[in-house]
């Protein structure tokens, strides 16, 4: 596709479920990001892939949230015993390693509901 | 403690006037600052940027100013158009590279009146 995809575009989950959310960067990509939005608030930083290897997971706000990238393409993003306070967008973002900052593109999000 | 600050969470504009978006940071780390517009269920798009070297770029309609010594930055859009209507996030960080991270701001809601 033409730019960064994000799947499911919702996700309801029940208290202490386990979920996975996938997004699919743009062809090419090497870095990708993941971040957290909550309601009323700008997007915080997750972490961070170049290529498959995991660089920066300084923002995953427990041991229950945990990422992957293995071929360096498709990233996973999990959240283990999902909790209310984990309900927010949580958006992914490619670029191209030889690009400016500028040239990072995001994705719609996933919406995530904690019940 | 947030880094990047949007103290205004919404402004309103006549068509045709100019919009003035602020935002303030506290990080003298940072030293490349960005402007995104989101409208919903999208995703953040990038706007117009500012190296701290600078203290003023100039995109078609859209300026965004620098002002180091107080840590203070505006996005000016002149004229403003209904289409503008959004939220805008400020954004800073320490690099340009493309594996820099972003601290964003929590946005202001812009509404341009016809």
Known sequence: ?115 | DQQVKQNSPSLSVQEGRISILNCDYTNSMFDYFLWYKKYPAEGPTFLISISSIKDKNEDGRFTVFLNKSAKHLSLHIVPSQPGDSAVYFCAASVGSGANSKLTFGKGITLSVRP
């Open chain 1, 1 to 115: 596709g033409a730019g960064v995809s994000q799947s499911p575009r919702y996700k309801v989950a029940k208290r202490g479920q386990d979920v996975a959310l996938r997004c699919d960067p743009i062809s090419g990509h090497v870095s990708l990001f993941w971040y957290q939005q909550a309601l009323g608030q700008g997007p915080e930083f997750l972490t961070y892939f170049q290529n498959e290897a995991q660089l920066d997971k300084s923002g995953l706000p427990s041991d229950r949230f945990f990422a992957e990238r293995p071929e360096g393409s498709v990233s996973t993003l999990k959240i283990q015993r999902t909790q209310q306070e984990d309900s927010a967008v949580y958006l992914c973002a490619s670029s191209p390693i030889q690009g400016a900052i500028e040239k990072l593109f995001f994705g719609s999000g996933t919406q995530l509901s904690v019940l």
